[in-house]
């Protein structure tokens, strides 16, 4: 199964990969050539530290390459599911007990980043909301007790 992931997070990542490949990749291959000049390797901490910087920027690009390939890409802006939400959603809830409100997209598990707002699709909070619509009533299990919210608008925005 194809992992599904908003236009805007697959350029985001994308733009990371292509940083990882042509700014970080040779700046650490250089910094390793510039350790190695310095003689005995054993005893060299720049060059173990820039190996293994050089080992975690090869994952990153190994690991982004791997999900950006299997990667569904959806355009949020031609979704047209009206006030229902689905993948791609931008909600506003209301908590019924506190009337604080959040503001909420529905992402890829790839793109997924609570500090930007952008929560995963397998999250519980977005299993709560899927298919529901404006103006119902969702219960969402935290770790902190049961929330109550409401859906006070879902909209669609690439």
């Given at each position: 199964m194809r992992a599904p992931i908003t236009a805007k997070g697959a350029l985001r990542l994308r733009a990371e990969l292509d940083?990882?490949?042509s700014v970080q990749r040779p700046a650490v291959i250089s910094a390793i050539s510039e350790a190695r000049a310095h003689g005995d390797l054993k005893e060299n901490a720049e060059y173990h530290a820039a190996r293994e910087q050089q080992?975690?920027?090869?994952g990153r690009i190994k690991q982004l390459e791997?999900?950006?390939s299997h990667a569904e890409v959806i355009d949020v802006?031609?979704?047209n599911a009206g006030s229902r939400v689905v993948f791609g959603a931008t909600v506003e809830l209301v908590d019924v007990e506190t009337d604080e409100t959040r503001t909420y997209q529905i992402v890829g598990d790839l793109e997924a980043d609570i500090k930007q707002s952008l929560i995963a699709i397998s999250s519980p909070v977005a299993r709560?909301?899927?298919g529901r619509h404006e103006g119902d009533p969702i219960t969402i299990e935290a770790p902190g007790g049961t929330r109550e919210y409401e859906i006070v608008s879902v909209r669609y925005t690439g």
């Open positions: 940083n990882l490949k080992g975690f920027i090869e791997g999900e950006l802006s031609k979704l709560a909301m899927i």
